[in-house]
């Protein structure tokens, strides 16, 4: 995999000698990403390129925009009350 699109805050899940778990990216280090294991009992703080088996990037909340285009029969009842 190619950890050019990989930045910090997004989650990875890899596998290093056999053993697969996810890890939160904090940042990247020469050769490879420096990260957090999400599972107990994970020792692995860095990561190479051919570890990393998936990818989700970390997205931001929808702009305000989005929810003003949603019908208003759609809306919930919470979205209601902060009016």
Known sequence: MRLEAVSPG?????????????AVVRGTVPGGLQVDPIERGISYRHLKARDVVEHWARRGRPRAQAERDVHPEQRSLLDLEDR
């Open 10 to 22: 997004d989650i990875v899940r890899a596998s290093v000698r056999g053993r697969m778990f996810h």
